[in-house]
């Protein structure tokens, strides 16, 4: 038999039952998680979130849907593979939430919102927060739910960029109330249903999406072949970024309708937030923050959240996939790496603080809402991952 038929029958194949052991043994740790999770009062929508989770931690790692790197491939060398998969992501969304939002709040009236959704006031505290989040993941290298699947895949830096964004919320609730009063509260909530309707909302944003997707189809320059590729496993292979932002719209819609909206902050912010007022760090009042939408932080009174548990599920799902695809490759970082970990994580923080939530929380989510906040958030996080890339480049 020759070469490349030996190769082909290789990718066709199936990984051998010796491989796929550890990835068995992470999805049995998550067994016995979920198992762990039903008996608790809050049980259904903790496995849920688990579950949701798990599926995320697959798809972010097998697709690399990553908005810094996909946004650096297309800065770099006009690769739009990966930034065209966020805008599907959005488009998928787009259509589920608007089809939601007809059960939850028949008229969208003026002054009422669909439940649980994150649409957030339209300020500049907003664009600040955005900005200091889109700095913080170019200098991190990464947003903080890749950080979580990278977590998975034994990126040894992520865990310091972790600890920074935990850093970096207990910043944004010292800084809270000034910037608040000075601009969040008064500050308008802006969706587009309140002045479109459902049907003229949907149709905006998707002919804004496909605008969106027109331009980086028009400027998008195709990467030479990587040689070799097709003769990896398929089980070894990446997935498409637009395969991966199908399946996280999809989920997005799913995961709103039955948990809450997709967001990766709340439960960081909530374990700042909780230790901050342990040791007396914050004032008696945060003004306003438990009346906001999107990825609100809140003292912890329970061991486990349905955000908690989503997040355990992206590093879990994401290390299962991880070892199966051979994907997981401890690498000892260097000092400067953990000190940008660090410091991007802090920006972060702080920004994701401020913003209500990250690319996940206030962008996905915002926008498949419909919520002028998301778009917001989109812009300036956008120019603050330029910022930071351009300060990359230089030191």
Known sequence: MSAPAIEHDQAQGLPSWRSLLPSAAVLGAAFWLHQQLAELPTGRTLTLSLAFGLFAGVVLQR????????????????????????????????????????????????????????????????????????????????????????????ALAAPVALLGTVGGFVLGLLSWNPLYLASMQEAPVLWLPHHLGY???????????????????????????????????????????????????????????RVAPLGVTAELGSVARTLADQRGWLPTRLEGIDTLRGCATAIKETLWSNNGAFIAGIVLGSLAAALSAGDFKPKRPTRNELLRALAGGVLMGWGATLALGCTVGTLLSGIMAAAASGWVFAAASGAGLLAGWWWRQRW
């Open 199 to 257: 049907d003229g909302s949907a149709v905006v944003q998707l002919l804004a999406l496909g605008l969106v997707a027109a331009l980086l189809a028009r400027w998008h320059r195709a990467p030479p072949p990587s040689l070799g590729a097709g003769a990896s496993p398929w089980w070894r292979r990446r997935w498409p970024t637009h395969v991966g932002g199908i399946l996280i719209g999809a989920l997005a819609v799913v995961a709103f309708l």
């Open 63 to 154: 697709s690399r849907f990553c908005f810094y790197c996909v946004s650096r491939d297309f800065i770099e060398s006009r690769d739009a593979r990966g930034l065209l998969g966020i805008v599907a992501a959005l488009a998928v969304g787009t259509l589920g939430y608007h089809a939601i939002f007809g059960a939850f709040l028949p008229e969208p009236a003026a002054g009422r919102l669909p439940p649980g959704a994150h649409i957030g006031p339209v300020s500049g505290v907003l664009v600040l927060g955005a900005f200091a989040f889109g700095l913080g993941m170019a200098i991190a290298g990464s947003c903080i739910s890749a950080q979580l699947y990278r977590l998975g895949e034994g």
